[in-house]
């Protein structure tokens, strides 16, 4: 299932097609169980074909009927890792327990590492909360992580944090985009710190002084703000000189 601000469903097929309902139970990592009985279904007919000692669904003599019950509005209420699930057949039918991966597809990079990512955090916070945040166990690095950010999430009633995303792919893009030619980690940049901190600017001019240096320009229009850089050296680190 993706972690994702996207809500999926679920379709758990069953063979036994007089089944009137079934109970879900799902476990995310620590967090309490929640259970839930469906009774939303439909019948379909498959066909399942053997190749190569592997079942596919295709084409064929061997039809397969399963009346396929669904599962809406969980996936955005779950965390990243392993999902325990438990189905239950009717109210005293057998149970069957699997588990489901919930991956962050496309996670930025930054993210992927919770130390760094604690410590990225010095572009838009004091330097005393990261280090405080730091002073933790570093067991509790992800969970303290997610405290901080759950704090501005725009979508508090989900897991998906739509800010904490759009923050750690900034610093995934400034690190790269702003290396210059000395190919040094381009989130020291005066550039890259300005990316980070206020995103994509709505335009950027370049043009050259008197002296022939190149000066960039960014423009933040609902800011009212705009920052000034020059490349003084012409190895593409350009230097904040306004803003």
Same mark, same amino acid.
């Given at each position: 299932?993706?972690?994702?601000?996207?809500?999926?469903?679920?379709?758990i097929p069953v063979t036994d097609t007089t089944v009137e309902q079934i109970t879900i139970e799902m476990?995310?990592?620590?967090?309490?169980?929640?259970?839930?009985?469906?009774?939303?279904?439909?019948?379909?007919?498959?066909?399942?074909?053997?190749?190569?000692?592997?079942?596919?669904?295709?084409?064929?003599?061997?039809?397969?009927?399963?009346?396929?019950?669904?599962?809406?509005?969980?996936?955005?209420?779950?965390?990243?890792?392993?999902?325990?699930?438990?189905?239950?057949?009717?109210?005293?039918? #057998?149970?069957?327990?699997?588990?489901?991966?919930? @991956?962050?597809?496309?996670?930025? +990079? *930054?993210?992927? =590492?919770?130390?760094?990512?604690?410590?990225?955090?010095?572009?838009?916070?004091?330097?005393?909360?990261?280090?405080?945040?730091?002073?933790?166990?570093?067991?509790?690095?992800?969970?303290?992580?997610?405290?901080?950010?759950?704090?501005?999430?725009?979508?508090?009633?989900?897991?998906?944090?739509?800010?904490?995303? #759009?923050?750690?792919?900034?610093?995934?893009?400034? @690190?790269?985009?702003?290396?210059? +030619? *000395?190919?040094? =980690?381009?989130l020291s940049t005066d550039r890259g710190k300005i990316y980070i901190q206020h995103g994509k600017p709505?335009?950027?001019?370049?043009?050259?002084?008197?002296?022939?240096?190149?000066?960039?320009?960014?423009?933040?229009?609902?800011?009212?703000?705009?920052?000034?850089?020059?490349?003084?050296?012409?190895?593409?680190?350009?230097?904040?000189?306004?803003?």
């Open positions: 299932i993706p972690f994702s601000s996207q809500d999926y469903q679920l379709v476990r995310n990592n620590d967090e309490e169980p929640f259970t839930q009985t469906l009774t939303e279904s439909y019948i379909t007919k498959i066909s399942v074909v053997e190749c190569n000692d592997k079942l596919f669904v295709g084409q064929g003599d061997n039809v397969l009927i399963t009346k396929n019950f669904i599962f809406r509005n969980f996936s955005r209420k779950l965390q990243e890792g392993i999902l325990i699930t438990t189905i239950k057949l009717n109210e005293d039918g #057998e149970e069957q327990e699997f588990p489901i991966s919930v @991956a962050w597809l496309n996670k930025p +990079i *930054s993210l992927r =590492n919770p130390e760094f990512a604690i410590e990225m955090l010095k572009y838009i916070e004091e330097e005393e909360k990261v280090s405080n945040l730091l002073d933790e166990d570093e067991e509790d690095y992800q969970r303290e992580l997610h405290k901080f950010w759950k704090q501005y999430d725009p979508t508090p009633d989900t897991e998906y944090n739509e800010l904490m995303e #759009e923050y750690y792919s900034r610093i995934d893009y400034a @690190a790269l985009e702003f290396r210059g +030619i *000395s190919k040094n =980690n381009g709505d335009n950027i001019e370049r043009a050259s002084d008197t002296r022939g240096y190149v000066v960039e320009t960014w423009i933040y229009k609902n800011l009212n703000q705009r920052f000034v850089f020059v490349d003084k050296q012409g190895t593409g680190n350009f230097i904040l000189i306004e803003g």
